[in-house]
């Protein structure tokens, strides 16, 4: 069968001209961008530069952060559960570890607790999906480790620093770098089929942002393959998971602060539950379904920025939550995969960004933001993007280059997820190139953590209890995350967390259960004058059509 | 504006029986949610990775039945769909230091495997076009290295399990087949146990240790400075 392009007309004609361009730029490397002009670029074209987007914390314990208006909305927002109307007298799930959130850090969190010498059922995992419904599962490109002969901690930690425009604390940086190899280990160990050579040598590439090939992938079903391998772990152990119950609150100890369960609630019957743990762990992941500045965005249906709403509500202090990751290359075509992920692995295998013209305007493996800016620039500010028919624009990623570079049969090989997603709607990107504009990806900031995954309140000391680990935490990825980084951080967070807890519960009873925290909450936002009409956290998005949701109406009081 | 005066053009679209006209050149998923669904279940990832938003539908009276993810999955006018939210299948427990990488390991966890009567619907069906049945057989044939690899793209939506007359649960068999070889056939990277030995050893303690103090002037320095490799 001949292949049929469904681009539009006038998107063939600009491919051609990415044909035409296609073998000089072969041999054309883009210079990389000077620091000047790096600055000059994000501040002119980053959605993060533009001030109207956000505005500052009227109260708690980082009263005053600059944040989106979208994450503002929920943290000054009133509770979904009236304290006065929850029981916590009857315990429903009694454990020595209470980890809410079932994703890349919870699994590993609870193998590591139980590595640690706490018993399977003595941990329960709180998720308000399915295990394993994270953004993890869903990460393709792959995770760094600096493993290879030419690299070494030293330069990760480089990298890392540099990529976060240095507003990354030092000391978390350092746990993540020199604990990246151990975690591959494990990984391999436990059963996860990463990419090798013959002789087992880790097949590993560039990612942005990376003086060294360092990313570990499993084609480009990295996410998927770890966190099935820890799904399919943790359930061999028998620690028990109690799924589509997400917790709506924290329960605290009053006159200690310290934190002793949570209110859970099951989606499907409408009850709660009160768990209670010796400690809690905290996994939730981050915010990408709150669509900052109407950004489309790659993440889960679930990652509506529960945990950091609770932290809040119980003292935990946030940081860099002003930065916001957008993916350089989400897919901008066809309609239906708009802001899906096309993972870095792409540029990483030589495919360059080429504007409608079939010019390159950006190096491609330039640090996330820096790419994204460059995309927006070339479209809105040079007018050299390509026009949907939509109306969306983006422009090229000649990943047809791939081929030529590393021989036919590359990307169905090494990027089949890519393969499959655009050849469902008709794009074959072996012979075609993709339409990218960047799409909403990560949460680079969060609540703050020390070394041992302790959450911090507002004057830097641990609360008692609580812990947390993954994207619901900040501070390691500084203003802007690496690629291969957060796969990397949930496991090598979320076993730090799983050992601290460990240890926290092995000298203390189980605490007593209030939510007096909340009750403190409210009076905070009340006498911020902030009117009761916004409620968090919020779950999950609101995706229904205006026209049912205008007629909608609840006729049952529960 | 309303769709009429937008003149988008509409579908008529069967959700469990139920007519509803969607705007056309929707997923499936998003065609629901503007039929007025709010997932709980059937909904994860909407990124074709995630397995739970496996859909069966049939269109108009064709008799053939197709599945599909819902997320990528564009609705077709005609289309009598419902979504398959979960398979019931306890996953079976085992300790992967205890179990030796062959094919009879598996066979012996999964003995039901040997049912299959090659009919070939669990490669039909699977919306990731894998070659399902080929993985089965060559457990049964003894190569779990070749099961391992035509099942790595797998993402466990359960269509194949709900399908198959021999009622194998293919993606739990697969998982226990990717961990063996994960684990057991393929070589250890031999580059990774020497970089642990050298962290191990404290080679880089002292460098990290001065970089976590370093001031941004400093870093920004080594940054800019540091060689990129091609």
Known sequence: MTYESTYSEEMR????????????????????????????????????????????????????????????????AYPLIDPSNIDLSKIDYDVDILIIGGGGAGASAALWANNSGIPADRILIATKLRFGDANTKMAQGGIQAADRPNDSPILHFIDVMGGGHYANKPELVKTLVENAPFIIKWLEDLGVMFDKDEEGNMIELSGGGTCRK????????????????LMDEVLNRGIRVVEFSPAVELLTEPDTGRVTGAVLWNLETKEYRIARGKAVILTTGGFGRLHIQNFPTTNHYGATMDGVVMAYRVGARLRDLDATQY??????????????????KVRGLGAQLVNADGEQFIYPLEPRDVVAAAIIRECYGRNKGVITPTGMRGVWLD????????????????????????????????KEPVLVFPTLHYMNGGVEINVNAQVLNGRGEPILGFFAAGEVCGGVHGKNRLMGNSLLEVTVFGRIAGISAAKYVQNVEPGKLSLKHVNRYVEMLKEAKIPPTRKSPILLPEYRGEKVLSRAISLFAI | MSNEEKKIKMVKIYIMGKMYEVPEGLTIMKAMEYAGYKFIRGCGCRGGFCGACATVYRIGNDYKLYTGLACQTTVQEGMYLVQIPFVPAE???????????????VLSIFPEITRCVACNTCTKSCPQNLEVMDAIQS?????????????????????????????????????????????????????????????????????????????IEELKKLYESREIET
């Not at chain 1, 993916?327 to 993972?343: D, R």
């Not at chain 2, 427990?93 to 009879?104: F, G, M, N, Q, V």
């Open chain 1, 13 to 76: 004609r600009s491919i051609e001209k990415v044909e035409e361009t296609r073998d000089r730029r072969l041999k054309e490397a883009f210079p990389r961008i000077s620091p000047e002009e790096k600055d000059k670029l994000l501040k002119e074209w980053h959605p993060d530069y533009r001030p109207e987007g956000k505005r500052p914390l009227k109260i708690g314990p980082s009263k005053g952060l600059i944040v989106p208006h979208e994450v503002a909305d929920l943290i000054e």
């Open chain 1, 214 to 229: 360092r990313l570990h992938a499993c084609k480009d079903y990295t996410g998927l393959e770890i966190m099935r391998v």
């Open chain 1, 327 to 344: 993916h350089p290359t989400g897919a901008a075509y066809p309609e239906q995969i708009v802001g899906l992920l096309v993972t870095e």
């Open chain 1, 399 to 430: 990943t047809p280059m791939i081929e030529m570079i590393h021989g036919e049969g590359t990307i169905k090989k090494s990027l089949a997820a890519i393969y499959r997603m655009f050849s469902r709607f008709g794009i074959d990107p072996t």
């Open chain 2, 91 to 105: 996953k079976p427990k085992y300790d992967i230091e205890k179990l030796r990488p062959t094919a009879s390991t």
């Open chain 2, 139 to 215: 457990l049964i044939r003894g190569n779990l290295i070749k099961a391992a690899e035509l099942s790595f793209d797998c993402i466990a939506c359960g269509i194949c399990s709900i399908r198959c007359p021999a009622e194998i649960v293919h993606y739990q068999v697969f998982q226990l087949v990717r961990r063996l070889y994960g684990k057991y056939l393929s070589k250890k990277a031999k580059h990774l146990e020497e970089r642990i030995n050298e962290i191990l050893q404290g080679k880089y303690k002292e460098e990290l240790e001065k970089l976590t103090k370093m001031s």
